[in-house]
């Protein structure tokens, strides 16, 4: 039986050896009927209207013959196990010789490969831009010169937009994948602190090491990564997707088209809509950064 246990705290003082102990007591058993515990999450609460400490959430594997006497209110739960959303093998729609193409090479379109790829159905992936190796001259010249490669740039090119930003991994949903994702991460060379910690950062040069591991990965299983592949029609019969024209002379036939294109393939977008493809207009949030200096910034949050 396995249980989640969140806001165990633990003072500064005390050593990650007083969590089982914890958890045990919790669950009204001894330390030595936890099985097996496993760090789900991991902040510091430094507020200072109190001593600052960890706060943990946690995976408790305990025996189905130990008598578990006591549950916290609401914060304990039996974990259920998740069914596999997608079929081991390929469906039978799959024709031969037809992919299915994904378009985009940010992180939609490599999980999406690396999911299929991982059941058997290994895919053509098509991205405009280029590797993160090329891509980066391109980035640079823009920066320190100002001469924009429109194919080529923070926005388009391996691993998106996010390839070139500083490596935190933030949501706003609960889903059961958001494990997978990560595990996924660190598999590919992301630091194993993401796996815990409450608010993971992987880091810019790191990030891009990790994007070129995936693209590797994916070739392992059987896909196909093609750079400098711009998509610029959708051939469509009877409301069916049929294929896609790449560079307006090339027709690769698919009966499964994935569009993981970001929010600046303004292009693409028009195209769909000329091919009277329904698009719906979604919200958005603008940020913007305050910069404090550090000592103001220790003072407020440490006291």
């Known amino acids: 039986m396995i249980f989640q246990i969140s806001d165990i705290r633990i003072s500064l003082d005390e050593g990650n050896d007083v969590l089982r102990m914890k958890v045990s007591s919790l669950l ?26 960890f706060v943990y959430a946690v995976e408790a594997t305990v025996p189905d013959e130990v008598d578990v006497k006591k549950k916290i209110g609401g914060k304990v739960e039996i974990k259920a196990v ?23 090479c940010g992180p939609a379109g490599l999980f999406a490969a690396l999911t299929l790829a991982k059941r058997g159905i290994p895919v053509l992936l098509l991205e405009m831009g280029k590797k993160v190796s090329e891509r980066i001259i391109d980035v640079n010249a823009f920066w320190e010169r100002r001469m924009l490669n429109e194919k080529s740039n923070v926005h ?30 660190v598999d590919l060379g992301a630091p194993s602190d993401i796996l815990t910690d409450a608010r993971p950062h992987i880091g810019t040069d790191r990030l891009r090491e ?25 051939v469509i019969h009877e409301d069916k997707v049929e294929g896609v024209v790449v560079d307006a002379d ?33 919200p958005f949030a603008l940020g913007l950064r ?14």
């Not at 889903?175 to 991460?185: D, G, P, R, V, Y």
């Not at 000329?274 to 207009?281: F, I, N």
């Not at 305050?290 to 006291?303: D, F, T």
Request: proline content about 6%; aromatic content about 6%.
């Open 290 to 303: 305050v910069e404090h200096p550090q000592e103001l910034i220790n003072r407020i949050q440490y006291g």
């Open 210 to 234: 990790v994007v070129v591991n995936f693209r590797k990965r994916l070739v392992e299983l059987g896909c196909e990564v093609r750079f400098g592949a711009r998509v610029t029609d959708f």
């Open 156 to 185: 388009f090119g391996e691993g998106g937009a996010g390839t070139f930003s500083d490596g935190k991994l933030t949501t706003r949903i609960r889903s059961a994948n958001i494990e997978f994702i990560k595990e996924t991460l």
């Open 82 to 104: 998740r069914d596999e959303v997608l079929p081991k093998h390929p469906p039978a729609v799959l024709k031969p010789g037809r992919r299915p193409v994904i378009v985009g």
């Open 250 to 282: 090339e027709e690769i036939k698919t009966n499964h088209l994935i569009l993981a294109i970001g929010q600046s393939s303004v292009e693409t977008y028009q195209q769909l809509y000329k091919r009277g493809v329904r698009l719906a207009a979604k």
């Open 28 to 53: 009204g058993i001894q330390p030595e009927d936890v099985s097996s515990l496993r760090i789900v999450r991991k902040s510091l609460d430094a507020r200072r209207s109190r001593p600052p400490y």
